[in-house]
């Protein structure tokens, strides 16, 4: 078999993406390979494909034993043969899947590294006496020291090279510095391997960084946009996540806490709970997440700045890797920055403090940054993009910038006269005319003393961090920043120019998820759930909610069209196929959805409400088509027809196409079997269900009355 067929008959997948079909290539030769690629480009069939056509078992070492059991229970519901062995089993259910890998019964094996060169040696043993095709170490970065996440089991992977001399090792992860990819080759003693460097770019997030002047409330209006929406909110202590997730359940969210100080079992619980989607939000330090492996999460909320980019982009890449739009907002304060380098300092050893320090600066950059953020992002892992994404809030937001001279010139004025030796909490006292304790009483004498009580002081904090972020006044000093004027300030105080600020950015709205029918997605997502429920399988492991958009947007009602649909191969056609198409069937029916839209003819446009896109009666009767039909089977073609009944000859070829469909005619009698499967075959090209590109590929060669008929899938007759 071919790679491609095994991504289509088992995952239900059109084309491999990105260096996929390279990676495979490479590894089915025999060659050592590195594959650096985000989370959600899909690393996996990277191993699983290979796994397939190999003639042994393929070795996969993973340090997430929480992902094992889900990864595993994935393979097999799409028809992999797959196990795991980890310290959660019994020593039955272990001997149990070390035969059945010594007998050839599995494909892929799932191992943690501390596992390999456990005291007793079973492992190795085991190993040994089976023929093992290929070894996949996934997050493979775990190796170095540099990176964040160093596991030091990972450095005896290197020693499987003295017990398998003769496999194939394909490294794998989401995130190396250069640093890291030096180790990664040396440390698993990786043979001239070759390397797939993938693009980080994760388009469909959509990233913004917004002042955090009051963080609870700000969330609130965030979450209230997106109450049907999975998402998780990361905090940075323990008690935010709680008193969060407390106040979230106040206002009615199914949201779930998160840390490492829980008991276990309730960790396990809320995980499980978020999984299954039971609870739609998980409030989390960043504790969570490693272990997770959940499609459909549509936005990932920092209620503080993280540490470091690396964290910023793994975390934020939890969103969205079922490739639908999704969101990552950041919640910043320039207080967090404070924060997070007096825990660093923290630390014994200097060199190690200067390399995080040097990291966190560039946070704290990527979140003033008046550029494009994405641009800043895939620049911090060294990749260049030509322009600027239009995915981020600052290219959202060119141009809605408000005047705000006065306000500016109220802060710059009070900064200036507190000789600039404040921190902006103080000047927005004096600006505020506070009595507060700390405020001196020769300060309040100054003309600037009070003449901004009128606004808020969240207001001032936007103002101040606008300013900053613009380049009107800079912070001076580590610990307790004061701040100046710049030149810029300077200058455009003295020539009295206006100052545009965008102090509030449209961030918080939600947006537009794709082009599906909403009610019919939200029902499939029910009958996903319920299914999930019985089964006890995570949802996404029955489908991911790209599927089910897919269905929601091609209204698939028979086997034939399921198996088109994006993630559906042949196991899950089978195992649930008849469940969704009940449902897709009953809603096309009750909404009186045109038959022929369902068949290839075009998408469902998801704007106008399903009741109002009435062009044909419920019970589908065909009416005067019959009278076409009958005049069909007396022997005369298209034109003599339209000229007995005199009709528009549309109208006659649409009498036609619904006989078609209805299975009454063949498609055959107006195209032959060759030109029919020649259109097909370009449609399955083009990827699509609209008949003008077909029109436009084939020119005058075939009419749009050829290309609609070619592309009908029948269907029996609804009385
Ligand atoms: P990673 O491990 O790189 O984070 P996964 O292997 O979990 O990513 O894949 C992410 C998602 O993309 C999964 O749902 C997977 O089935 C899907 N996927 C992988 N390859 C393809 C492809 N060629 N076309 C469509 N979807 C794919
Ligand atoms: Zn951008």
Known sequence: MEPLTILKDFYGYNSFRGHQASIIDNVLQG???????????????????????????????SPLIALMKDQVDGLNQIGISAAFLNSTQSHYEQRDIAESVLKGEIKLLYLAPERLFSENGQTLDLLKNSRVSLVAIDEAHCVSQWGHDFRPEYLNIGKLRDILPNVTFLALTATADLQTRQDIATKLRLNQPQWFISSFDRPNITYKVVQRSDGPQQLLEFLGHRVDQTGIVYCLSRMNVEETAAALQRKGFKALPYHAGLERSTRQRHQEAFIKDEANIMVATIAFGMGIDKSNVRYVVHMNMPQNVESYYQETGRAGRDGLPSEALLLFSYGDKMTLSRMIEKAENPDYVENMKQKLAKMVQFCQIQQCRRRFLLGYFDEKIPGDCGNCDTCLD????VDMTIYAQMMLSAIARLQERYGLGYVILILRGSNAAKVSEHHKTLSVYGIGKEQPESFWKKLGNQLLVEGYIEAQGQDYPTYALTNLAWKKLKQKEKILLSLDKPDLRAKETGEYDSELFNKLKNLRFSLSRKLNLPPYLIFSDATLADMANKYPINAPNLLDIHGVGQAKADSYGNDFLKVIQQHVEENEIPIEKTNGSGKYPYDQKPGSFNT?????????????LRLLKQGLNVEQITEKRNLARSTVESHLARLVEANLVANTSFLNQSEIDEIKEIQEQLATNLLKPLKEHFGEKYSYFQLRIATIVSNVQVE
């Open 398 to 401: 060119k141009g809605e910038k």
């Open 31 to 61: 060659k050592d390979t590195i594959a650096l690629m985000p989370t959600g480009a899909g690393k996996s069939v990277c191993y699983q494909i290979p796994a397939m056509l190999l003639p042994g078992v393929t070795l996969v070492i």
């Open 616 to 628: 044909r009666p419920k019970s589908r009767s065909l009416g005067t088509a019959t009278e076409t």
